[in-house]
T-cell receptor, first 115, second 114 residues
């Protein structure tokens, strides 16, 4: 079955420190991978995507993600965390849903950045 | 990035009434729109996928007669929760995809049925 896993419910990091939010996937064929962020009572904001090309993808707000095919991972990273980065982060993979492709989301990881 | 507007942001309705939620793509044509439901502290559950001018495709376990989806134009999709009950209270989110690879999401609608 095609799926996305985010093994950590919550990640705590001090402001200024690097952060990593983990994501692994299981899909057939080449994966289209995405990261989204959700602030309380809001919809999801697109951060970045991997389709093809360089394994290191740069996105919005200083975030980047590294695609690792051998480990089937797509971890989200940022060199220096900000308190304002505190939010819920979702990894997603696009799969074929019959006539239309659709996204399968991970369970989400709550990032808490302490001042 | 592209902008998707969802309205209303929150709504309270009486049990047994119907509620309509609108999802609009403001600066692009959305050939496909998706409707999700999110429970507190949980991930998004895809309810249905709609292509402009076609009937929506519902995920397994989602009642199509209860959650009516219309995608009559390339910029508007609506979700109507019919005969709402307290267990329908949830956060509903739409997303839209056009020529971009990624989908863009609305702000979400908090539905409370009393």
């Amino acid at each position: 079955a095609q799926s996305v896993a985010q093994p950590e419910d919550q990640v705590n990091v001090a402001e200024g420190n690097p952060l990593t939010v983990k994501c692994t996937y299981s899909v057939s064929g080449n994966p289209y991978l995405f990261w989204y962020v959700q602030y309380p009572n809001r919809g999801l904001q697109f951060l970045l995507k991997y389709i093809t090309g360089d394994n290191l993808v740069k996105g919005s707000y200083g975030f980047e993600a590294e695609f690792n095919k051998s480990q089937t991972s797509f971890h989200l990273k940022k060199p220096s965390a900000l308190v304002s980065d505190s939010a819920l982060y979702f990894c997603a993979v696009r799969v074929s849903g019959g006539a239309t492709n659709k996204l399968i989301f991970g369970t989400g990881t709550l990032l808490a950045v302490q001042p | 990035g592209a902008v998707v507007s969802q309205h209303p942001s929150w709504v309270i309705c009486k049990s047994g009434t119907s509620v309509k939620i609108e999802c609009r793509s403001l600066d692009f044509q959305a050939t496909t729109m998706f409707w999700y439901r999110q429970f507190p502290k949980q991930s998004l559950m895809l309810m249905a996928t709609s292509n402009e001018g076609s009937k929506a495709t519902y995920e397994q376990g989602v009642e199509k007669d209860k959650f009516l989806i219309n995608h009559a134009s390339l910029t508007l999709s609506t979700l109507t929760v019919t005969s709402a009950h307290p267990e329908d209270s949830s956060f509903y989110i739409c997303s839209a995809r056009g020529s971009y690879t990624e989908a863009f999401f609305g702000q979400g609608t908090r539905l409370t049925v009393v």
